[in-house]
């Protein structure tokens, strides 16, 4: 079993930052971020191996970062450049032993 806690989160405008953070209860390889809008999809924001290896959806490429701290086992999505179309519930992931982990999700609303 993952037990993944969530951070951040919250109302900004667009064009101002914003930094989610997620803790796992253990080591994960593949740890990231999804997001998901009413009546759509859950998408890829960003994954992020334990050895260094990112992907990242093609609508936040240059915009965010993800970043790992592997002995905290922590993991951050550091947000610049918000847009409205960013608005959306932030869910933490987790790949373990081939299963899938999610966290409880953390709103995210990028105001105009």
């Known amino acids: 079993q993952v037990q993944l806690v969530e951070s951040g989160g919250g109302l900004v405008q667009a064009g101002e930052s914003l930094r989610l953070s997620c803790a796992a209860s253990?080591?994960?390889?593949?740890m990231g971020w999804y997001r998901q809008t009413p009546g759509r999809q859950r998408d890829l924001v960003a994954t992020?191996?334990?050895?260094?290896?990112?992907d990242y959806g093609d609508s936040v490429k240059g915009r965010f970062t993800i970043s790992r701290d592997n002995a905290k086992n922590t993991m951050d999505l550091q947000m610049d450049s918000l847009v409205p179309e960013d608005t959306a519930i932030y869910y933490c992931?987790?790949?373990?032993?081939?299963?899938?982990?999610w966290g409880q999700g953390t709103q995210v609303t990028v105001s105009s």
């Open positions: 253990r080591t994960i390889v593949k």
């Open positions: 992020r191996t334990i050895s260094g290896i990112t």
């Open positions: 992931y987790a790949l373990y032993v081939g299963k899938e982990y």
